[in-house]
C-alpha cells in the first residue's frame, strides 16, 4: 500500500480509502467485517462511513457494525484512520422532529456522541459535515467543533459536497477565530466521468490544502466495463451507471473507454481509480466494495502505472472542463 499525507496535516492515509455505504444494506454483517480485516490486511488504514448509512429504519446500523469490528481487538481501532459524517436526520422517518439533523451546535453535539456510541470508540480521526448547512453560520459550527477537539472527541474536520466558495468560507472564518484548524479534507463527485470538480472545488481544496477524498469513483459503475458485462451476462446496471448510459452519445464514449482500455490489457475498473491517483490534490478515492472479490480488484489499481499515451486518450473521451474561469468565461 501506498500512502500520503490527509491534505496539510501530519496524519498519513493510504491512497485508497474503504467506504462502508454497502454494509449493513448490501453486505451483512459477517462479510463486512471479513472486507475489514482484508482492507487492514491489505494496508488500507482509512475506513468512511457517516451516521446515516444503513438508511431509512436503520439508519446507524453501518456505524454498529464497524464498532462491532473493533471490538474484535488485535489493534484495529490504533490502525484505523475513522471518517464518519454528520448532517442527515438521524431522527425516525415516521416522527421527524426540529434539530436532528444539519449542523447546528446542538445536533452536532448530539450526533457525535451517538456515532461514538455506535463506533464503541471514544474518538473520531476526521469529523466529516456531509453537505452545506445555508441556516447555520460557521462561527457556531466551528465553536461547536472547537469544543468537541478540546473534549478529545474528534480530532480533524473535512467537508462533503462542498462548493468551492464554501470550502474558502468555512476556512476564512476558522482562520479569524484562530485555534480552529479549518477544514483538511473535502469528499466529492469526481471520476474521469464526472469532472465538474476540477473547475472549483479541487482548487479550492489545493488553495486551503485540504486533501481531495472522491467518491463514486467508477460513477456508479458505468466506468467499471458495463458494456463489456452486458454483452458477456445481460447484465442492466441500476442507479448512476444506468442514468450515465441513457443516451447513444454516452454509450458511445463508454465504448471507446473500454476499447481504448482493451488495447492497453487493463480491466476498466482498474484503470479508472489509477487515473484518479494522477489527480493533482487527490488523497485517494473511496471504493466502496460489496465483496472481497471487489476489494481486490480495487487494489490492483494502486500499481497500476498510466502511460502518457493511454492519459492523454482518456482526456480525448472524458475531457475536463478546464480551469475556471477561463472555463466559462472566456
Not at 200 to 206: C, F, G, L, R, S
Request: aromatic residues 8%; negative net charge; contains cysteine.
Amino acid at each position: 500500500m501506498k500512502y500520503t499525507q490527509l491534505g496539510r496535516t501530519g496524519l498519513k492515509v493510504s491512497r485508497l480509502v474503504l467506504g462502508t455505504m454497502n454494509f449493513g444494506p448490501q453486505t451483512d454483517e459477517a462479510d463486512s467485517h471479513a472486507i475489514m480485516d482484508a482492507a487492514l490486511d491489505a494496508g488500507i488504514n482509512f475506513f468512511d462511513t457517516a451516521n446515516v448509512y444503513g438508511w431509512g429504519e436503520n439508519k446507524g446500523r453501518t456505524e454498529s457494525i464497524i464498532g462491532n469490528w473493533f471490538t474484535k481487538g488485535g489493534g484495529r481501532r490504533d490502525k484505523v484512520v475513522l471518517g464518519t459524517k454528520v448532517y442527515g436526520d438521524m431522527g425516525a422517518d415516521d416522527a421527524a422532529w426540529p434539530n436532528h439533523d444539519k449542523l447546528s451546535a446542538v445536533n452536532i453535539r448530539r450526533a457525535v456522541d451517538a456515532s461514538l456510541k455506535r463506533l464503541q470508540t471514544d474518538y473520531i480521526d476526521v469529523y466529516q459535515f456531509h453537505h452545506i448547512d445555508r441556516d447555520t453560520p460557521f462561527e457556531e459550527i466551528w465553536q461547536a467543533i472547537d469544543v468537541l477537539v478540546q473534549q478529545g472527541k474528534i480530532l480533524y474536520v473535512g467537508s462533503s459536497n462542498f462548493p468551492g466558495y464554501k470550502i474558502a468560507q468555512a476556512n476564512e472564518i476558522a482562520a479569524r477565530r484562530g485555534g480552529t484548524i479549518g477544514l483538511v479534507s473535502e469528499q466529492c463527485l469526481y471520476n474521469l466521468y464526472e469532472r465538474r470538480a476540477e473547475m472549483e472545488v479541487i482548487p479550492a481544496a489545493q488553495e486551503y490544502g485540504l486533501g481531495v477524498i472522491p467518491w463514486s469513483p467508477l460513477h456508479g459503475g458505468a466506468l467499471g466495463g458495463v458494456l463489456k458485462k452486458e454483452v458477456k451476462g445481460g447484465r442492466r446496471d441500476e442507479g448512476r451507471a444506468a442514468g450515465s448510459m441513457s443516451g447513444p452519445e454516452v454509450r458511445a464514449k463508454l465504448q471507446a473507454y473500454e476499447d481504448l482500455l482493451d488495447k492497453h490489457g487493463l480491466e476498466p475498473g482498474e484503470a479508472a481509480l489509477a487515473w484518479l491517483l494522477t489527480r493533482p490534490g487527490v488523497t485517494g478515492p473511496i471504493v466502496g466494495p460489496r465483496t472481497a472479490e471487489q476489494l481486490e480488484s480495487a487494489l490492483r489499481a494502486i500499481e497500476l502505472e498510466l502511460s502518457d499515451e493511454l492519459l492523454a486518450g482518456l482526456d480525448e473521451i472524458f475531457p475536463g472542463p478546464g480551469a475556471s474561469p477561463e472555463a466559462f468565461a472566456w
